[in-house]
């Protein structure tokens, strides 16, 4: 069945997907922050914090929640060399009505006015000296390369070049058809009322809004072998996914990445916003070679288990030793008691 021809979606549009989620444009700008003198004192995060709200508020006039702003110190600041960063953060930005001027025949202009409100953010930010209670400290601010569209397109095509000149992976398609996506809770993508484990079904019905799905995987953060990374404000690690989507076609793929690129997602009725991360694949997933090796990992985890479980329950099942005492050991420990 063909996939109508869905309009193009604007930098600052929301986007409205199936099981009561929604994609919800935002700016994300990570941050880096390096001594710049040569004493060094204490890092509070709490005054850092304050002193980027108070940076932002006066010299760009956003205002940001406290939750909007993330920060965290490095443990070894003695260790650091002056050029090496002391701490780093996130900052987001959900107010664009800066930039929303215009009417939807100014696409191209919309796209333009984004752009230069992104980079004009950016570079008020970047290399700008904020004292914290009298540390200095200098910033470094850049947009990460998977919320730029652009920037993730770019990487595509020149992975794929390169590969045409006989370097990279064989056997891949010329150009990417799987989406990767990771950090969104997986009871949003649940059966509502039936369990809060991932559903199959759901993620497919909630990703083929981009056209038709050849292949799909969803896994666990218990699965992945480690624990994901915390996503924005207070997810739980544990219950987070990670989603593999491989469409038919790349123009598929294509309008998924640039819908995701530069959003979070959120579920209606919740306040919380998941922001994931997102790439694109160039492993080979679902390359059959893979599929193969990944069920036979997933067989020897599963044995070790076995293995382990059977160990435990042989110990538990095995008699503590009861100390037995003839009649002559009974009678010399009578003999030393009351000696």
Known sequence: MAVAKQPELLPTESLILDNNLSLIPRLKILLSFTRSDIFLKPIDEW?????????????????????????????????????EPVASGVVYLWDLSKVERGTREETRSLNERFEEWKNYVVGKLDG???????????IAAEVPAEDDF?????????FHAARSRGYGMRNMVQRPDTLILEGIPSRWFAEPRVSSKVSILVTHTIFSKFGKIRDLDVVGSNDLGKAAQDIGKDITSALHCKVWVQYERHDSFYNAVKAFCGRSMQKEGSRLKANYRIDWDKEGYFMETNVRRRAYEKERQRETERRQLAGRTFKSEVPMPIAQFSKNDGDRLNGEKHA
């Open 47 to 83: 005054q850092l914090r304050l002193s980027l709200t108070n940076l932002l508020r006066d010299s760009l006039a956003i205002a940001v929640s406290d939750g909007d702003i993330a920060v965290e110190k490095f443990k070894d600041l003695k260790k650091r060399k002056r050029v």
């Open 128 to 138: 700008v000296e904020l004292n914290v209670e009298g540390l200095k400290l200098r």
């Open 150 to 158: 652009q920037k993730m397109k770019m990487s595509w095509e020149e």
